[in-house]
């Protein structure tokens, strides 16, 4: 098992069963986060966009990163901190973007390197502009302009913002959709898929892009969850049984 050198010792629950394995059977990588770890890094996330940024309730962020264990640690914090988050998983080649206030800079950006670089994308201006990596180990490189989410976000400590601050009314994506009624979709579709307490949800992260179905249904149901990027077919009834799959999405 592969596991980040900064990940934070969280608190004594992070001896528990995982809440979130990330597996990418194209290099071999896996690392595996219990509710405590996971926290631990989304607080870390939130401290950032608090602190380091200075952002509040009602900014808006830019989330544009694949389905990965660090992703889920960037939405989680941005959301504990009462942000509106953009999500934009594919490349929008040139087209506008329809959503309000895509026209004018985002108050904090997070995008991969290799989406960053490719010409099909259009990276949205930010305040503050992060690169997150989703290899195992450090960025090689980061442009002027840009920071190192996994650099930065071990600066602030793991202590969580004060959830009641957010409140249920308060939009959490630029399109004005609440945090309430976002986890009363997550509600629901967990309800659709069955998903129970207890139960380990596989992923495949190439099918499931939407944070709604990958991230918020499971979490909503207190089911774990098995992401798997670019994940082998012919192996699919070995992982099952190797992480104890009970749902396959």
Known sequence: MT???????GPPADTGAPLLTWCDDATGERVELTAGQLGSWAAGSAGLLRDGCGLRAGDRAAVLLPPHWRTAAVLLGAWATGLA??????????????????DRPYDAVFVTPERRDDWLEDV??????????????PLAEVPVGWLDW????????????????????????PDGTSYGAW???????????????????????????????????????????????????????????????TLVL
Do not use: M
Request: charged fraction near 25%; glycine fraction near 8%.
């Open 3 to 9: 596991t980040p050198s900064e990940l934070p010792s």
């Open 85 to 102: 988050v953009s999500f934009r998983p594919r490349a929008t080649a040139g087209l506008p973007v329809l959503e309000p206030g895509a």
């Open 124 to 137: 949205p201006d930010g305040t503050h502009r992060y690169l997150v990596g989703t290899g195992a180990g």
């Open 150 to 173: 996994s650099a930065e976000v071990l600066r602030h400590g793991d202590t969580p913002p004060d959830h009641r601050a957010v409140r249920p009314s308060d939009p959490a994506t």
């Open 183 to 245: 986890g009363r979709l997550a509600a629901e579709l967990a309800r659709q898929l069955d998903l129970r307490p207890g139960d380990r949800l596989l992923v495949d992260a190439a099918e499931h892009e939407q944070p709604l179905k990958w991230l918020l249904a499971p979490l909503s149901a207190g089911a774990s969850i098995v992401l798997c990027a670019n994940l082998d077919r012919t192996r699919l009834d070995a992982r099952i049984a190797e992480e104890g799959v």
